[in-house]
């Protein structure tokens, strides 16, 4: 709001009113906008007085932060002080003398309508009534005439009528419009009052920083991969879903991605008293309690009164409880918490219309290890999986992903967070050119000892991998496994691949990671997870699951041989096999 001062002007008493309007008078230069909120900084330019002006900012949305506002002046000014107030409503008038006097013309307008037509339908009801005996043949042509002339003057009248009250609802709208104003969005009604004593009569910049619900957004992928591409063959899309219903449109603002939570307000945090206490149970109804007193009862009796065991137990029993959802969430969100700000290239619009809208942050070219990865056992199906690089300064947010393959979609998975300079696994859907045979297990049985005699079972598996691509495969995982004994008098020696136990290191007794054992040329085997960077060197081949590395020519295939022994008494009834 411009007004007219002078540098004489003396100060006043009196505070000078300066009303500004949010969405005309101001512009929001800034978005940072986090995971389930945003932070606007909205700028307004205004000539004071000399002295104490009162400026109001009516406009502002309802879903403004209070203990997150903050007001900046720019000027030889000083802010006095801040309000914040819902504005009132306002009653408008309904009606108004011109509004009546149209209404009252419509209302004769439709009356016209009604005679002119029924004069129409009189017309042809009279002509349809008249019969050839009646009426000679000279008075035909006058009668048509006459008919004729009367129908068109009826039917010029009414067109007249239909234009005349369409004119009159178009001027009773324009009339309504008047009495109402504008349709008000009932999102924008909060109120900044500031107090601004000036020193001078000049412009001054008074910049709003406020926090908003309703808005926030999360992080979404283009994954693209070339297959013939030997040098980075993935093009990643890094992209942005954002929602916003706070009331204010966003337009040509410089928008920042922020994943840490903001912080509102300047309160300190208090601690409060920390004490500890003897526990003691609430007494429950007897209906409730009848069918664990006894158990609790003959505890006690045998732990005696004091025990500190029977106090943990009764704490076990009376105090467990499902742990909430917010609980639940809090702990996994704790887990793997990246914290990451991103600033969108140009200028983004943004609706206040609840609907979803997409930017992109940056797109990146990253180098990629493809690998083939199949479980016979469960599915003779061959899955490509793409260990993606992160060589870039980008943060990758966890998010959806869809991921192309020659250009082709192939499905929509999940990314992991992921820092720069880690990787990640992006499965990239079935490799049908890849095809695996599983051949049915062959099982020989002998029995050997004289006093303790034993049978044993030998089984063998051949698995076959053909890849019929035009290229060689470097890495193909074929997943398998050994059957584990949970009884002592069965036995099981795996034969082939001799992967033996993981065995503690003489000198230090810590466990190692074993080496790949070699099977034959491009053929390796390895327990199940050994490659993996969080393994459990303890764990490794508990299971039995193990895994193939094997290396397959172009239109070429590998066979695979797993062949183990099963011991147990004769007799011995085994299942699982």
Known sequence: MTMTVTEDTPPSFEPTTVELTSVSDGKITNISLYSSRAEVTRVFRLEVRVGLNQVNISGLPNALDQNSLKVEGAGRATIHDVTISDLPAIDKPTTSDRLEELLRKRKNTEQAIDRCSLAIKALETYLGTLNVKDVGVAEVANIVKTYQTTGEGLDDELNRLRDELAKIDSETDSERQKLTGPAENQQLRKKVAVGVFADSAEEVEIKLVYGVQRASWKALYDVRVDMHAKEKPVELTYKASIIQNTGEDWKDVELTLETAEPTFGIGIPHLPTWTVSVFRPTPQPLRLAKSRSHSLRGTAALLGSDSPVRAQLVMQESDFREPSMAQMEASVGSKGNITATFVV?????????????????????????????????????????????????????????????????????????????????????????????????????????????????????????????????????????????????????????????????????????????????????????????????????????????????????????????????????????
């Not at 083939?372 to 992160?390: D, F, G």
């Not at 967070?417 to 696994?425: I, K, L």
């Not at 393994?535 to 797993?562: I, S, Y």
């Open 345 to 577: 290239p140009g200028k983004i619009s943004i609706p206040s219309d609840g609907g979803t809208h997409s930017v992109t942050i940056v797109k990146l070219d990253l180098s990629a290890k493809m690998r083939w990865i199949t479980v016979p056992k469960q599915e003779a199906k061959t899955h490509l999986s793409a260990k993606i690089k992160n060589a870039s300064e980008y943060t990758l947010l966890g998010g959806q992903a869809s991921i192309y393959v020659d250009g082709s979609f192939i499905a929509r998975t999940g990314i992991p967070a992921v820092s720069p300079e880690e990787t990640f696994d992006c499965p990239l859907g079935l490799d049908p050119s890849v095809r695996i045979t599983y051949h049915p297990r062959s099982k020989k049985t002998t029995r050997t000892g004289f006093y303790n005699k034993i049978t044993t079972h030998v089984y063998i598996q051949r698995i076959t991998v053909f890849n019929s691509k035009t290229h060689a495969i470097d890495d193909l995982k074929v997943t398998d496994q050994f059957p584990v004994s949970d009884d002592s008098s069965i036995t099981v020696k795996q034969i082939s691949p001799a992967l033996g136990d993981v065995l503690k290191e003489a000198t230090s007794g810590e466990f190692k990671i074993p080496d790949k054992l070699k099977v034959s040329s491009g053929i390796f085997a390895q327990w199940n997870g050994a490659d993996e960077p969080d393994v459990n060197v303890e764990l490794l081949g508990k299971d039995g699951k193990f895994d193939w590395v094997c290396a397959v020519p172009a239109q070429g295939k590998v066979d695979l041989l797993m062949q183990y022994e099963v011991a147990a008494p004769p007799r011995t009834h085994i299942t699982g096999l």
